[in-house]
């Protein structure tokens, strides 16, 4: 099964607290923690949709109630009944592993479904749903998550170009493609922090920083949804999985997570809030525990969090079968103590696991629940439906798009390019390898990923076909026969396995080329949902080939396809120049083509920090500062004695990453100076206001000190020493892409208010404290130039 594509079956079961209640208390007790005011969503509490919503209600029977929080897909299967035994569950005659989709919409118990693929299936269930009683249209889910036919960069890559511009714009496409199909709904974005690349759904998300996060999160929704979630080419965005999923312990997946709570407010939860802020109009449970309760039946998060401090008035749709797995976690011995635990605690809609319909007529029987909860939840899923304008316009709109569109693929191609992260560049022959000249007349392209159009495609590939993937040897075959040049393609080796019959022909490849390109790394198959990896080296004999190559002596291009940082220190030191180019989609080649021969500059920065060795994750560059800090100690060193041994560090690999967070080289370089803040004290009083905005203006000159025109993601970086609460040794707090000919010179400015000099204390407020303030400008999380000043009491 092509677990690439979004039609993709599951099993039938995903065989598979410390609680809040201590900071819970303390924001009760206090009264501290801020209650939103004003809902989420305004599209979502217009009267006129209330008034809708009213009318329908008061017409619904139960069954069709809880047909609005069900949901399933049209392959006719669901989670059997849980290993518990529940004895009510097996008694109930409504209970079996399969569920007929589509007696279910013609009766108008069947909200919503996900992943049904393409507009004449979409329509048949709209049909029989438009002909039930009281005609309420299906709701159509699907992951589409880096593009719907036209296929972009997975998350991780997008993240790379720090380009939130292009975020949009390239959502907003997919939200055309897909609507065409009747896809009313995203489950996207995935917002959720990794900080430990072995986790292998880092691919899906932005990385590890809670500021790149939270930006790239809104630029998403704004993309599905505009401002108008009943124009026909936008979709609902579905932000998961609510929360701190990307914390699973030792980045195995689906593991548990456990943390302070400043730490999940300060670091998880940011880009889901920037997400709600944006209006995203629903979210998705996620399916880890959180400080010992499950997501999917965790009100703290939820509810106090979501609902009561955010306001947020979309609705929650459970993670696949995470209802069910409330069983397995151990929370519930039975179904309808499942249901009744994820119900309450605010995830409306069940997917997939075959409860909810099952259970809730059972708990309103026993009073275990109230008909207002169900009310409710059914409230929250109409207005999302109203607000789309599903009444109105329940199919598909326009001419289905069916294959990657062409006018579509600059732009994908441009994302690829931008997405590139250029790691080492380092001269051969008297100048960097890269980019290739025209001078270049025989290439050797070498490695399992050069021509492999499926992998191209990332983990979550949407609805594409490979057919519509340039592969990189298309791409440079046809280059460098216009060029007058050939390409001497071996597939070297297999991305897995140890087979070493390819090498030879590889070797001879190299021997006879000017330069050699290799395309290696990870399939798509190995990051995303369930591709959590203990080891992050180049997987199968890769590495082995790579060494081969290497030693001919000939100037070796290493391009690295993977879903999530790899350890590449070998390659680091004997390879001149390195790209990490994540999955880059439908136009994979041509992007990788243009940047090799330097039509195009890479410009991509890391959203996640590339250890040295696998046992330094979880790793990420805003660490905390720890009493026995290695200061100026040489740490690539064991250490020689006591001053260089009980301090914080390894005794085997230095602290830090081999590529860090924020790091990317060009085809040009840059000069920061002059880094000034506006002003050297700021007055708590000022500060201290979860409204202020530009309290202190940061500026710093830039300058292109290179030969050709390029692009620099321009960052800056906060820490503030002297808090109740010690704080990272550095954090991202604003970022810019600017293009700067070669000689030119330009200010940067950025503006730092409350969110930007706040931080949650013990009692889980969110405040500004007299403190000391240092800023950095500069090209990555190391950046060197720096200003100071004073929050003074
Ligand atoms: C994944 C979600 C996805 C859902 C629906 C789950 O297994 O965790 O990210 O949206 O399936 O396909």
Not at 55 to 61: P, R, S
Not at 653 to 667: E, I, R
Request: hydrophobic residues 40%.
């Amino acid at each position: 099964m092509n677990r690439s594509s979004i039609f993709r079956l599951r099993p039938a079961v995903l065989l598979l607290a410390s609680t809040f209640t201590c900071t819970v208390a303390l924001g009760q007790v206090a009264g501290t923690l801020p209650h939103a005011t004003a809902p989420s969503n305004a599209q979502l509490a217009s009267p006129e949709i209330e008034r809708r919503v009213d009318a329908l209600l008061k017409q619904m029977t139960l069954e069709e109630k809880i047909g609005q929080l069900v949901q399933y897909n049209d392959q006719g299967f669901s989670a059997p009944t849980p290993s518990a035994g529940d004895q009510a569950l097996a008694a109930n005659p409504e209970t079996k592993t399969e569920v007929d989709a589509m007696a279910l919409a013609k009766q108008g118990r069947l909200g919503s479904m996900l992943n049904v693929i393409g507009a004449e299936k979409t329509r048949a269930f709209q049909e029989a749903a438009m002909h039930s009683r009281l005609h309420i249209p299906i709701l159509f889910g699907a992951d589409v998550i880096h593009g719907y036919r036209t296929i972009y960069p997975v998350p991780l890559g997008l993240a790379a170009s720090w380009d939130t511009a292009l975020v949009e714009d390239l959502s907003h496409m997919a939200a055309t493609e897909a609507t065409t199909a009747g896809v009313k709904w995203f489950y996207s974005p995935m917002v959720d922090i990794s900080r430990d690349a072995r986790w292998g759904r880092s691919t899906e998300g932005a990385g590890e920083d809670p500021y790149l996060g939270s930006a790239m999160a809104r630029a998403y929704v704004r993309g599905y949804q505009g401002n108008d979630l009943s124009r026909p080419d936008h979709v609902a965005a579905s932000v998961k999985h609510f929360a701190a999923y990307g914390a699973a312990e030792a980045g195995r997946e689906y593991n548990t997570t456990d943390m302070s709570d400043i730490r999940l407010r300060q670091v998880y939860l940011p880009p889901y809030k920037a997400a709600v802020e944006a209006g995203a109009a629903t979210m998705m449970s996620s399916f880890n525990a959180l400080n010992g309760v499950p997501a999917t039946a965790n009100p703290y998060v939820m509810d106090e969090i979501l609902r009561k401090e955010w306001g947020f008035n979309g609705f929650v749709v459970s993670d696949y079968t995470a209802v069910m797995e409330l069983t397995h976690h151990g929370i519930a011995l039975d179904a309808a103590t499942a249901t009744e635990k994820a119900l309450e605690a605010g995830v409306e809609v069940d997917m997939m696991s075959h409860f909810y319909d099952t259970q809730i007529p059972r708990l309103l029987a026993e009073h275990r629940l109230s008909m207002a909860t169900v009310d409710e939840a059914v409230r929250r899923v109409l207005r999302v439906k109203f607000a789309l304008g599903l009444f109105e316009h329940p199919y598909a709109h326009g001419t289905e798009v069916t294959h990657a569109v062409p006018a579509h693929r600059p732009l994908v191609r441009r994302a690829a390019e931008e997405s590139f992260v250029l790691l080492r560049n380092a001269p051969a022959g008297g100048k960097p390898v890269l980019p290739l000249g025209n001078q270049v007349k025989s290439v050797a392209l070498i490695g399992p990923l050069a021509d492999a159009s499926n992998e191209m495609q990332g983990a979550w590939g949407g609805a594409t076909q490979a057919s519509d993937v340039v592969t990189l040897r298309q791409a440079m075959e046809r280059r460098m026969q216009q060029h007058g040049g050939h390409v001497l393609f071996a597939h070297g080796t297999d991305i897995l396995g140890d087979s070493a019959t390819g090498f030879d022909a590889a070797l001879q490849a190299a021997r006879q080329a000017d330069v050699v390109v290799m395309a290696l790394g990870e399939s798509s198959e190995m990051s995303g949902e369930a591709g959590s990896r203990a080891h992050l080296d180049l997987p199968g004999n890769q590495q082995q080939l790579l060494e081969k190559i290497a030693a001919t002596g000939k100037p070796v291009v290493l391009l690295v396809f993977s879903g999530r940082p790899l350890v590449l220190d070998w390659a680091a030191q004997h390879v001149p120049a390195i790209m990490a180019v994540w999955f880059p989609g439908t136009e994979a080649g041509n992007a990788l083509a243009n940047v090799l021969f330097g039509d195009a500059a890479p410009s991509g920065k890391l959203p996640m920090s590339f250890p040295r060795a696998v046992g330094q994750e979880p790793l990420y560059y805003a660490q905390f500062p720890t009493g026995r800090p290695a200061g100026d100690a040489d740490l690539s060193k064991p250490p020689s004695g006591g001053e260089t041994r009980f301090v914080s560090r390894y005794i085997d690999v230095p602290n830090d990453a081999l590529f860090p967070f924020g790091y990317g080289l060009g085809y040009t370089s840059f000069a920061y100076s002059d880094v000034r803040v506006s002003r050297g004290t700021l007055p708590l009083v000022e500060a201290n206001r979860p409204g202020a905005r530009s309290l202190v203006t940061v500026t710093a000159t830039l300058t292109n000190t290179g030969k050709r025109e390029g692009t620099e993601v321009a960052q800056l970086y906060v820490r503030n020493l002297g808090a109740s609460v010690e704080q990272p040794v550095r954090s991202l707090k604003g970022f810019q892409r600017v293009t700067l000919k070669p000689g030119e010179s330009r200010q940067v400015r950025f503006e730092l208010g409350f969110p930007e000099l706040s931080f949650y204390d013990v009692h889980s407020r969110q405040v500004v404290e007299p403190t000391h303030y240092t800023v950095w400008v500069g090209g990555s999380s190391q950046a060197r130039e720096q200003a100071d000043f004073d929050v003074t009491p």
